[in-house]
């Protein structure tokens, strides 16, 4: 599997993670302007799960309850999103 596809799983398994979420999915239809119709729609576009990898990377926390219950490591969401358009690190010099 390439990093590519690696990473569009992570952000697959973050999506179902958060779909589940009664809690956090409000949080963030509300933050994105998302509706439920566009979580089925873009499930499938890498820039889409990015800036789902992008919202769940907000809190520590959120990253921790994710990979927990995903079976991840820690590091997993930050490098997948790495890996998706728009997760180019930026350098600051």
Partial sequence: MSRQETAE????????WLAGNDDLLPVFLGSTGASLADLAARAAEPEFLGSVLDFLLMDDAWVIAFCDAAGLRYE???Q???ALPGGEATHWT
């Fill in 76 to 78: 997993a969401p930050m």
């Fill in 9 to 16: 799983t992570v952000g697959l398994q973050a999506l179902t």
């Fill in 80 to 82: 997948a999103r790495a």
